[in-house]
């Protein structure tokens, strides 16, 4: 039984998604892989199928009836992970925005003392490749935002790469995750945040993706700015 397993929700990545699996299971830390797929019309789950013949004990699949959000994903992936024992449970994009060879080293945090691991753009000045300066400055003054609302000492809190320790995820109900976007992310580190989680920043080079389509909307920047402050709002009336 591996210790480890990235959990990797993926929405029309053909792509990237056989390139991305064979990358993560090469690494020496023999992670095993979630795919949690929905139900993607290009047949990404078709094609991880497939790979679970060379890859079986090691790569899983869970599809899902239809496209429910980045956050509702990452929850069904952590209650899957959770109820196979693993001991480090990883989230990480399919599109190699985030370099695998990075996994160890949010592994090595983790098992050094942090609760929570995260691969961070701005915690050693600005390392992002291929975004557009607009880009750029939208993620970074994101996370100065987030600072402000909620007090975390976090530099990349929208950050979608991370490590938890099993005990964060028993501690934090999994069932009133209320964001679906990438306040999901900004939400599960207040979460951590809150119960006097460990929470480290690992830096890493973000690299945008070079195939497939963003997921980004304005929607989801919407759902950002509003749910951090229903955060705090929910934090001061004792009902987060």
């Not at 990358?23 to 139900?39: E, G, K, M, T, Y």
């Not at 994903?73 to 001991?87: D, I, N, P």
């Not at 759902?223 to 004792?238: P, T």
Request: hydrophobic share 45%; with cysteine.
């Amino acid at each position: 039984m591996a210790q480890g397993v990235v959990i990797i929700p993926t929405f029309n990545e053909i792509e990237n998604i056989e390139a991305i699996i064979k990358a993560v299971l090469a690494l020496p830390s023999q992670f095993h892989v979630l795919i949690v797929d929905d139900n993607s019309p290009d047949g990404t789950a078709v094609k991880v199928k497939e790979m679970q013949q060379e890859f079986p004990s090691q790569l899983h699949l869970e599809v899902r009836l239809k496209k429910a959000g980045l956050g509702t994903a990452y929850v069904h992936g952590f209650k899957w992970a959770l109820s196979k024992g693993y001991t480090y449970i990883f989230e990480m994009d399919a599109d190699f925005s985030h370099n695998p060879n990075d996994l160890e080293k949010l592994l090595v945090a983790c098992k050094n003392g942090a609760d929570v691991a995260i691969g961070s753009r701005y915690s050693n000045g600005v390392n992002v490749v291929n975004w557009p300066l607009s880009r750029v400055l939208l993620s970074y003054f994101a996370s100065v935002y987030v600072r402000m609302i909620t007090g975390m000492k976090i530099a990349d809190a929208t950050a979608g790469f991370k490590c938890y320790r099993r005990i964060v995820l028993e501690t934090i109900n999994l069932d009133r995750i209320k964001f679906v976007g990438y306040a999901f992310q900004i939400e599960m580190k207040y979460r951590a945040f809150v119960k006097n989680f460990k929470i480290v920043e690992v830096p890493i080079i973000f690299t945008d993706r070079t195939k497939g389509q963003s997921k980004m909307s304005s929607g989801i920047i919407r759902e950002a700015v509003v749910g951090v402050i229903m955060l705090r709002l929910r934090k001061i009336f004792n009902r987060l």
